[in-house]
């Protein structure tokens, strides 16, 4: 079956950086567009950024364009957040998404805490 699983995640003081990874299996992860989403206590879960099968397509939310790099390594069926200037309100539980056969996967998530 399909499975993300999240990692990477801590405390961080703001301006630092950590780097999420998103471990895929189940699926022909070279084949399918990846995402990063995040949701913060008390909000929607929001899109963070999306990567194309080929990262021949990004795109970042407004919120994280300039700070926040995705990627991915087809080879090793491995999604990659590079998350640089961290400020308080990137606070969140971050998530890895794909679609397979119409339906939508998530993982678990992986808590990322920015505080002095």
């Known amino acids: 079956q399909v499975t993300l699983v999240e990692s990477g995640g801590g405390l961080v003081q703001p301006g630092r950086s950590l780097r999420l990874s998103c471990t895929a299996s189940g699926f022909t992860f070279g084949d399918r567009g990846m995402n990063w989403y995040r949701q913060s206590p008390g909000k929607e879960r929001e899109f963070v950024t999306s990567i194309a099968y080929n990262s021949g397509n990004i795109h970042y939310a407004n919120s994280v364009k300039g700070r926040f790099t995705v990627s991915r390594d087809n080879a090793k069926n491995t999604l990659y957040l590079q998350m640089n200037s961290l400020k308080p309100e990137d606070t969140a539980v971050y998530y890895c998404?794909?679609?397979?056969?119409?339906?939508?996967?998530w993982g678990r998530g992986t808590q990322v805490t920015v505080s002095s």
């Open positions: 998404n794909t679609w397979v056969g119409g339906t939508a996967y």
